[in-house]
């Protein structure tokens, strides 16, 4: 059983900067994508950024320049840098991981505001 767990979500000042990490049960490099959702109040899950196994990366528009997805093999583990945050980035953001299938973490809750 694939289990993804999220980390490092909290309350932050517009501007400022957060890393969500992603520790995975089983080896990312065997993933076809490594991503994060996320999902803000009344509104529908979007997709922020993907890491393919070979290391290529897309980017939701809005975050582009902003966010940063990594990933350590060795660690298992998926990262999201999210520097110049803004109140409009506050939601609860997903890891998700696709082979076969598609798992999901519980979420992280990611608020920003002053």
């Known amino acids: 059983q694939v289990q993804l767990v999220e980390s490092g979500g909290g309350l932050v000042q517009p501007g400022g900067s957060l890393r969500l990490s992603c520790a995975a049960s089983?080896?990312?490099?065997?993933?076809?994508?490594m991503g994060w959702y996320r999902q803000a109040p009344g509104k529908q899950r979007e997709l922020v950024a993907t890491?393919?196994?070979?290391?290529?990366?897309y980017y939701l528009d809005s975050v582009k320049g902003r966010f940063t997805i990594s990933k350590d093999n060795a660690k298992n583990t998926v990262y999201l840098q999210m520097n110049s945050l803004k109140p409009e980035d506050t939601a609860v953001y997903y890891c998700?991981?696709?082979?076969?299938?598609?798992?999901w973490g519980q979420g992280t809750q990611v608020t920003v505001s002053s």
């Open positions: 998700n991981a696709r082979k076969y299938s598609a798992y």
């Open positions: 089983i080896s990312i490099s065997s993933m076809y994508t």
């Open positions: 890491i393919t196994s070979g290391g290529s990366t």
